[in-house]
């Protein structure tokens, strides 16, 4: 009802006008009391004051009192102007019965004081008091109109406000600021911006309709169509389906916000504990109802880790994507906040976090007011979850967007055949930091999940999967392809990742005078997807495998993680077999959509009560007597090709079965009893699991040989005729069609997704890590299997199982077969080390791809081209020599003098604050050095150099 009177209760009363409001329940609703009820009884509705009247008096004589006596019994006319607190349960639906503006008469209240408010009394209700509307010939000298005027004028100062939102945001933020005198910045924070500028909000009073509900489950609405209100912060009111769109309400004292948060409103009204709501007219729309329950988890998580609205606001933001994007596939629906919780976390700082407790009673009474929304960040948190069919759509755009024909070509573009033209042209790629694909920061939410159709490591949500191509970091500090197992099924939060766009395009351009007319374009797609390294991944919710590691990098009691330890007893017990083995080597994926294994047996097959997972190895399943078996995959199992690697060691695991026989490779023999293969093969079933064994197991050295380097292949007389080594691709190149046929045999894969490539092959310029000058060409038919993602220059890549051969010109090169696989082993296409010392010790600062081009102050143009000419030496070094910059190469290469001159510019020699993590362990022993300043020489002992990862570069 509108109004409601506590003479009421107990009363039969006719209720002439009421709409009914069923709910989503069946049998569930409510009655919405358009007109005030009638009472059908004869008796009189006399006030009733339940005592004896000491005396009847205003408010401003009580506030008088109060500072005088402390024993005062009183009857009170009230017009919500004098600090009292109802703490009687009995009493709590007065809160319906009394409104702002309004005169009310209560008796027998009783003067306290509260816990944290020294000094002040207030009036409390007792057991006795009653309530009675005030009547108009009875009022004393407080006018109630006072309120109503001051509403008044509140309400136009707050329409004032929404009016310059909508008109002038600058005048908007300008007018805003008069009333926000408490305003500074605080520095720092995770998701990536350099301060959070932090306002005071305006108490004001509001008339308005309710236009939407945005949030009911987390008290968000939206009134008069631009205007949104926050009633998170009231306490919990059962408002029932009353704030449906087009009801009426009336606010007093709320925190009028401006630009609290980017997915919110503009302008938001936001109630606390002071605040008061009233509905003057129920919607006469036939709306949808949504009435939520009180105590909700947003409600529970604003109260447990007292967040301001700002990071409230972003926090319902985040349960939204959630929900829709994971929500039921991946995670429930009473763990939806829980995720949002944890990305609220990452996002904000120790410094945004609140740990003060709070006090209700200083809240509503205390003068200058003082509440949770009295201040709040300005747009902060800013970090957008972008899903991930929105990140591929932008990339797919991107990718044609960015495109420039012209820049596709050399300089002797002019000189170029027809053929040659539109070899050049057929394939390239767009490469762009994750940071850099929208104005604010960008975090990518989804679950890692293994696909047996391309053979990848993709990231998933329930609008759609993207490729990634992932390695890790070894402690050592080097980059490696080695990832776990455990990564599969983890949910992960991604703020920094590198977003590739391969282009492929048929052109048949005559010459490159037609490269402005797209209709010699015959055909064009492009391959979109993500690279990364695993240690800038944030588990957000682990798999049970990744809690299993997680556990284990907790213990630091190395002594006692080698007793041993009784089983873990899981939550559903199930019989399963498993096999521990070392992999040797990894072929390719082949035309049959499968690749094969060698791998060595460290034990045999052992029976377990339940899933043992990735846990710790126990003694029974080693032996020193191993086999080398082959491990055949197939089809579904071809999904653990992207987490296998040659010299891990693994747990192959059957469920639901106790026969240790169905681990036994075989051997397989053709007609005649003749066996075919050399050792005993096995065929993986796609519902058998594996998982990554990280602990160092004795005498159990891998029998990997070494892969050997480009110069071994080179120049080495001994070299077998098929071949594995590493390198640096340096260039790519697409080989043209054999006459536009198709190849006889192709890809299963291939065969049903007509888009991607057909008859593709390709020659990568691969170069030695160590001796830049020595390169091979490896011509690699790539349309035989699934794509090979990251072929781009600059990845460093290890090549397995080619074929050496010599051309009549005495030129070595290598060529794919079925079974040769390219790997991906590092993403960083160029990186940058500065050298710091003091005197006393040296740091070496790494500086990945994305960082070097913050601390040269180049832009994307520039550095494009700067890594080009990298890539061509291979490893470029100057430093200082007193005022100047010098190299140990030919000081009058143009590469070198660009970069001395880049480095000794005003723009870069600049004082700058590094944000750094722990690159690798100190190794080796200390050193003599000299050290010069000025004309004096120092001979000074530093210790090996501490290796850091520069994460941020914060300019001063």
């Not at 495998?545 to 089983?567: F, G, H, I, V």
């Not at 160590?770 to 460093?796: E, F, K, N, Q, R």
Request: charged share 20%.
């Amino acid at each position: 009802m509108l109004k409601s009177s506590c003479l009421w209760l107990g009363r039969l009363m006719l209720f002439p006008s009421w709409n009914y409001i069923p709910h989503n329940a069946p049998g569930a609703g409510y009655l919405e009391l358009l007109d005030p009820p009638v009472c059908v009884t004869l008796e009189a509705m006399a006030f009733d004051p339940g005592g004896a009247l000491s005396e009847v008096m205003s408010v401003m004589r009580a506030a008088e009192l109060l500072r005088q006596r402390s024993d005062l019994s009183v009857s009170l006319i009230w017009c919500l102007l004098v600090c009292s607190v109802c703490q009687e349960a009995k009493h709590q639906y007065w809160r319906q019965c009394v409104c702002v503006g309004q005169s009310v008469c209560v008796s027998s209240l009783r003067v306290c004081s509260l816990q944290g408010l020294e000094g002040r009394r207030v009036l409390t209700d007792s057991c006795q008091s009653r309530l009675h509307p005030h009547l108009q010939n009875q009022e004393i000298s407080e006018d109630p109109d006072t309120h109503t005027d001051s509403l008044t004028a509140d309400a136009h100062t707050a329409d004032t406000h929404t009016a310059d939102t909508h008109t002038d945001a600058h005048t908007a933020d300008t007018h805003t600021d008069a009333h926000t005198a408490d305003t500074h910045l605080r520095s720092g924070t995770a998701s990536g911006s350099n301060a959070v500028r932090m306002k005071r909000s305006t108490l004001i009073s509001f008339k308005g309709t309710v236009t939407k509900i945005l949030n009911a489950e987390a008290g968000l609405y939206e009134i008069d169509g631009q205007v949104g209100l926050c009633l998170a912060y009231q306490p919990a009111q059962k408002w029932g389906g009353g704030l449906r769109p087009g009801a009426e309400i009336q606010l007093h004292n709320v925190h009028f916000m401006y630009r609290a948060s980017p997915f919110a409103p503009r302008v938001v009204l936001c109630a606390c504990l002071r605040s008061s709501l009233q509905i003057t007219a129920f919607s006469r729309l036939s709306s949808k109802v949504e009435v939520s329950g009180t105590h909700g988890p947003l409600q529970c998580l604003l109260l447990e880790k007292n967040l301001g609205a700002s990071q409230y606001l972003w926090l319902c933001y985040c349960q939204n994507a959630v929900a829709e994007r994971l929500c039921p596939r991946w995670v429930r629906a009473e763990r939806v906040c829980v995720v949002a919780e944890r990305l609220l976390d990452f996002v904000c700082d120790a410094e945004q976090k609140t740990e003060n407790k709070r006090n209700i009673y200083r809240e509503m009474i205390q003068e200058p007011h003082q509440c949770p929304v009295t201040m709040f960040c300005v747009w902060w948190p800013s970090a957008a979850l972008w899903s991930l069919r929105q990140l591929s759509d932008w990339m797919r755009c991107e990718a044609w967007a960015s495109l420039s024909l012209a820049s596709l070509l050399p300089a002797s573009a002019a000189h170029m055949t027809a053929l040659e033209l539109n070899a050049a042209l057929s394939w390239s790629v767009h490469k762009v930091p994750l940071t850099d694909a929208a104005p604010e920061p960008l975090l990518l939410l989804g679950v890692l999940e293994l696909d047996s159709t391309h053979a990848t490591l993709q990231l998933r949500d329930q609008t759609h999967a993207l490729d990634c191509l992932c390695v890790s970091a070894h402690q050592s500090g080097d980059r490696t392809a080695h990832i776990n197992t455990a990564w599969q099924g983890c949910l992960v939060c991604v703020r920094r990742c590198t977003l590739v766009m391969e282009r492929f395009m048929k052109t048949h351009f005559p010459s490159w005078k037609h490269l402005d007319q797209p209709s010699y374009i015959t055909h064009k797609h492009c391959r979109v997807y993500l690279q990364l390294c695993v240690d800038d991944l944030t588990i957000i919710s682990p798999s049970a495998a990744m809690s299993r590691c997680l556990m284990e990098d907790r213990q630091t009691d190395r002594e006692s993680a080698k007793r041993p330890r009784a089983p873990e007893r899981p939550l559903t017990p199930a019989a399963c077999v498993s096999l521990l083995l070392r992999l040797e080597s990894k072929q390719g994926v082949t035309l049959q959509n499968g690749f094969v294994c060698r791998a060595v047996c460290l034990g045999d097959a052992q029976r377990w009560s339940h899933d043992p997972k990735n846990h710790r190895t126990q003694e029974r399943e080693q032996h020193r007597d191993t086999q080398k078996i082959e491990l055949h995959f197939m089809g579904l199992c071809v999904r653990w090709f992207p987490v296998l690697h040659p010299g891990c060691v693994y747990r192959l695991i059957a469920r639901n079965t106790e026969d240790v026989s169905v681990l036994k490779a075989k051997g397989v023999s053709a007609r005649g009893g003749v066996t075919q293969l050399s050792s005993p093969a096995l065929l993986l079933q796609p519902q058998w699991r594996i998982h990554t064994i990280t602990e160092e197991l004795p005498d159990t050295q891998s029998g990997v040989p070494a892969l050997m380097s480009v110069s071994a292949v080179l120049h080495s007389s001994s070299a077998p005729e098929i071949v594995s080594f590493c390198g640096i691709i340096t260039q790519r190149i697409t080989l043209q069609e054999d006459n536009g046929t198709k190849p006889k045999i192709q890809s299963p894969t291939a065969a049903e997704d007509a888009s991607i490539e057909q008859d593709l092959r390709v020659r990568l310029t691969v170069q030695d890590t160590d001796c830049p000058g020595h390169v091979i060409d490896v011509y690699v038919d790539l349309s035989c299997g699934p794509y090979t993602l990251g072929l781009i220059a600059g990845a460093a890549v290890s090549v397995h199982h080619v074929q050496r051969k010599v051309s009549k010109a005495c030129n070595v090169y290598c060529r794919s077969l079925p079974i040769s696989c390219v790997s991906v082993t590092d993403l960083t296409s160029v990186c940058l080390r500065l050298v710091l010392e003091d005197g006393s010790a040296d740091a070496h600062v790494w500086f990945s791809s994305d960082t070097v081009c913050d601390l040269l102050k180049l832009n994307a143009g520039q550095w494009d081209g700067l890594q080009r000419h990298v890539k061509v030496k291979g490893h470029v070094k100057v430093y200082t020599r007193g005022h100047n910059m010098t190299c140990d190469e030919d000081p009058n290469d143009a590469l070198v003098q660009y970069l001395s001159c880049l480095c000794s510019s005003t723009s870069v020699c600049r004082q700058i604050h590094l944000t750094c993590r722990l690159r690798a362990q100190r190794t080796g022993k200390s050193q003599l050095r000299k050290v010069h300043r000025g004309q004096t020489e120092f001979i000074c002992k530093f210790t090996p150099a501490l290796q850091l990862q520069c994460q941020h570069i914060h300019t001063r």
